[in-house]
């Protein structure tokens, strides 16, 4: 009897496994088509038969971030970036995580965000030092948000002048 229950449950589990896997797939087939819209539906397709699947969150993220929904795209990689960093250095290596993490501070540049932007991008420099395009978006965040800290404090003179 006991040997029925774990079976069963086991099949379960394989059958849960599989129907994520499929949507993955049929995700990845109507990404690389270009097709976001429907790659997106299949992603969120397979996070609602496993919510912690971490390609089917990154994926997603993905196909969200090539429509142009940045705030969306950005709590995709928020989750990815905490809870399935070490899964992706694993699976996919060192590449795909800090691709996730640039992306992530490409929305937040994209937001004039630039503060959260220098912060992710040196995240991303730590998993790979020599990376001259993140260094460049280092740069390019940190000038941005400076020119963005003198324009506010130039307005406050002037207010106060007022």
Known sequence: MIWVSVLALSAGAVS????????????????????????????????????????????LGNSLYKQGKFPEAAEQYQLIAGQG???????KGRHACRRCIITWGNIFMQNKDYGKAVEVYKQ??????KDDETRYNLALAQKLLSDQQNQDQSQDQQNDDK
């Open 124 to 129: 991303s420099l730590r998993l790979n030092p």
């Open 85 to 91: 960093r070490r899964w992706w250095l694993r699976r």
């Open 16 to 59: 849960a496994q599989k129907a994520e896997r499929k949507n993955v797939r049929e995700g990845n087939k109507l990404y690389e088509s270009e097709k976001y819209t429907e790659s997106e539906i299949a992603y969120r397709k397979s996070l609602e038969v496993n919510p912690r699947s971490t390609e089917g969150t990154y994926n």
